[in-house]
């Protein structure tokens, strides 16, 4: 801990972002040299002791550019779909371009476009649907796992359990949550989401993320809960999904699952040498 402190002679900047109130930190790593280690992760994800936030985002060079992604217990996440939004949305305002191709580690080249409207959207990439690619643990059918409540299991980068309810007011996240993140079914644990159809096309929906716990919305859920639901036969495959947070429009089209919604680049900060050394 203390080589990486020494690089900090003075200081780290960061920015602040969140997508529908899923919060990151997002830390350039092409202008200021970054070593990340799970405990300087965790102490940055303390709201109280650090910054706060869902996820954390480093951003280093690539074709366009590339993003690895961490949970706030230090674990690394193959994906972040709000977070690439977010990233991508001021990369296309600082380059006045409307498309953008986007590294992220462990899950490949994404696609991110401005919309006529102004928002930011970006292709999640194609849903693995085999137990193998998931992963589960053992060959069963994806679309009726072998869990209490009969979930669907998807993987979007990050695996997904997904279970649809008649009523989500008596949910007890909290509880459930961990308890199905940890299921041995899913090996390297998983995002749990809870899903009501409220209308046609229409879904209510609440996320327990893997190494961080409830957040107000999550992208990649959001696409693996779309997935699910189209292939249940709930829903067609172009579907508003409200969150905690906010609300997300998701469309599983040929080429990808795409997924728009709200971005904010909330403020810009510093992690002071006195912090980084107190680590």
């Given at each position: ?45 303390d709201r109280h002791r650090g910054v706060g936030f869902d996820q954390l985002a480093l951003i280093t060079e690539g074709s366009d550019l590339t993003i690895t992604f961490y949970n706030a217990d230090g674990s690394q996440s193959a994906a972040c779909g709000n977070a690439t939004r ?123 993320e893997r190494g961080t716990g409830i957040t107000l919305a999550s992208g990649s859920s959001s696409c693996a809960t779309a997935v699910a639901a189209a292939r249940r036969g709930l829903t067609g495959r172009k579907v508003q999904i409200d969150l905690d947070g906010g609300t997300l ?31």
């Amino acid at each position: 801990m203390r080589g990486m402190a020494d690089m900090a002679t003075t200081h780290w900047p960061f920015m602040k972002m969140h997508g529908a109130g899923n919060d990151f930190v997002v830390i350039d790593g092409r202008d200021t040299p970054v070593d990340l280690t799970e405990s300087l992760v965790r102490a940055l994800a303390d709201r109280h002791r650090g910054v706060g936030f869902d996820q954390l985002a480093l951003i280093t060079e690539g074709s366009d550019l590339t993003i690895t992604f961490y949970n706030a217990d230090g674990s690394q996440s193959a994906a972040c779909g709000n977070a690439t939004r977010c990233i991508a949305a001021r990369e296309l305002a600082q380059r006045a371009a409307d498309h953008l191709e986007v590294h992220v580690t462990g899950r490949g080249m994404l696609s991110a476009v401005r919309n006529t409207d102004g928002s930011t959207a970006v292709n999640m990439g194609h849903p693995q649907l085999g137990w193998q690619d998931i992963p589960l643990s053992r060959d069963v059918d994806t679309l009726s796992l072998p869990i209490d409540g009969d979930p669907v299991g998807t993987g979007m980068g990050n695996p997904h359990c997904t279970f649809f309810v008649d009523e989500m007011s008596t949910l007890d996240l909290a509880t459930i949550g961990p308890k199905i993140e940890h299921h041995p079914l899913f090996p390297e644990r998983t995002n749990v989401q809870f899903a009501q159809i409220v209308g046609p096309d229409h879904i209510r929906m609440r996320v327990w993320e893997r190494g961080t716990g409830i957040t107000l919305a999550s992208g990649s859920s959001s696409c693996a809960t779309a997935v699910a639901a189209a292939r249940r036969g709930l829903t067609g495959r172009k579907v508003q999904i409200d969150l905690d947070g906010g609300t997300l429009h998701i469309d599983w089209r040929d080429d990808g699952v795409w997924m728009s919604g709200p971005t904010a680049h909330v403020f810009d900060g510093t992690l002071t040498a006195e912090f980084l050394q107190s680590l």
